[in-house]
Every structure is written in structure tokens, then in C-alpha cells.
């Protein structure tokens, strides 16, 4: 509601109640003038009627200023305490509001620290199963590493022996092919002297077969002495 005007135009009472008062003074002026009794009468009951009328009218006037400002101050007021109301009524919707979208954020807040700690868990879960496996990991691979140690080791012990074994082996078939060679050299001072085959020629094929014996006799060494 607008605010009163502070500069109020004068009513019609108000321009009556002056120009009655003027008259009366003007009248009063007028007996003095003309100094006759009837006439200061006359002016002096006109000027006392226009006086009081004057003022009552002024008065009456000035009441009802009083009361239409009383009347424009309680509008005012009126209209003061409903804009403080609807005022109030946003500030209380606006707290609603603000409490509201609080109560979803600490919802929320409430929903992410859950999930913080379900995760923290997860991953702590997580942690003790990677190193319980990575300590199950370093002792399978210790104990691989202590079979694969011992299966060299014995691998080289039997590939020691295996070589000891060979190089027996080798040496007895060293032995046995000297063994042949002797024997063999031992047949051949039993066979009898070489003669000219056109003298005796069955005598010569004899000793050709008995040297085609003593050669298969000998062959037989060699593969040996190769798987050696």
C-alpha cells in the first residue's frame, strides 16, 4: 500500500472556515471604520459566529486529518505486518528448503561414508588375500627352488656317475678288444707258414679263410669302442 502523501491539499472545510474568519475580520474592520454602534454590533456578533464556526470547522478538520493519518498509519502498519508475514512465510519456506536439501546431503554423506568404509574393507580384504598369496607364492617358489637344487644336484651326481660309469666301460672294452687282439695274435702263430700259392694252391686258400676269420674276429671291437 502506497505511503501517505506528507504535503496534503487543504480541504473544503478547511478554505471555508478561513474565508469565514476573513469576512469576520474584514466586517470587524468595517464597523471600525464607519464608528457606529449598530454597525460595531452587528460585525462584532458576524465575526464571533464566523470565529466560532471557523473553528469548529477547523478543528473538526484537524480530527479528521488525525484520524486519517491514524487510519493511513495503521494501513501502513497492516501492510507492514502482512509483508512481514509473507516475508517470514518465504524465510520459513526457504528454511524448509535449506533443512531439506541439508537432510539429502547428510543422506548422501551418510550413503558415501558407508560406501568409504565398505570399499576401505574391500580393499584391506584385498591386501591380507594379495599377501597371504604372495607369501604362498614365495614359499612354493622357495620349495620348487630347494627341488630344483636338489634334482641338479642330483643330476650332476648321476651324470658324475654316468661318467664314471662310461669310462669304465670304455675301459673294459679297452681291455676286451686287447684281450682279442691277443688272442688273436695268438691264433695266428698256430697257423702255418705262408707258402706260394702255385706250389700248393689249396694250402693258400686256407690261409686266406683263416685271415678273413681273424678279420671278423677284430671288426666287432670297433662299434664298441664308437658307443664308448
Do not use: C
Not at 4 to 12: E, L, N
Not at 57 to 67: C, D, H, K, N, T
Not at 197 to 219: F, I, K, N, S, Y
Amino acid at each position: 500500500m502506497p505511503e501517505p502523501s506528507r504535503h496534503r491539499r487543504p480541504s473544503t472545510r478547511t478554505v471555508f472556515a478561513v474565508v469565514l474568519l476573513v469576512i469576520a475580520g474584514l466586517v470587524l474592520l468595517t464597523a471600525l471604520v464607519l464608528a457606529s454602534a449598530a454597525a460595531l454590533l452587528v460585525a462584532a456578533v458576524s465575526s464571533y459566529a464566523a470565529g466560532v464556526a471557523g473553528t469548529r470547522m477547523l478543528a473538526a478538520e484537524l480530527a479528521q486529518s488525525r484520524r486519517d493519518a491514524a487510519r493511513s498509519r495503521a494501513e501502513q502498519a497492516q501492510a507492514d505486518t502482512a509483508r512481514a508475514q509473507v516475508i517470514a512465510g518465504q524465510h520459513r519456506r526457504a528454511i524448509a528448503e535449506l533443512g531439506r536439501r541439508l537432510g539429502q546431503v547428510e543422506s548422501v554423506a551418510t550413503s558415501l561414508r558407508a560406501e568409504l568404509t565398505s570399499a576401505e574393507e574391500q580393499v584391506s580384504d584385498t591386501t591380507r588375500r594379495m599377501l597371504r598369496e604372495s607369501r604362498r607364492a614365495s614359499a612354493r617358489m622357495a620349495s620348487l627352488q630347494s627341488s630344483l637344487d636338489r634334482l641338479n644336484h642330483e643330476l650332476a651326481e648321476r651324470t658324475t656317475a654316468l661318467g664314471e660309469v662310461t669310462a669304465r666301460l670304455a675301459a673294459r672294452e679297452d681291455m676286451l678288444a686287447t684281450d682279442d687282439m691277443l688272442a688273436t695274435w695268438d691264433g695266428m702263430e698256430d697257423l702255418p707258414q705262408a707258402m706260394d700259392p702255385a706250389e700248393d694252391p689249396d694250402h693258400a686258400a686256407a690261409g686266406v679263410v683263416d685271415l678273413m676269420t681273424w678279420e671278423q674276429r677284430a671288426t666287432p671291437t670297433s662299434p664298441r669302442r664308437k658307443h664308448a
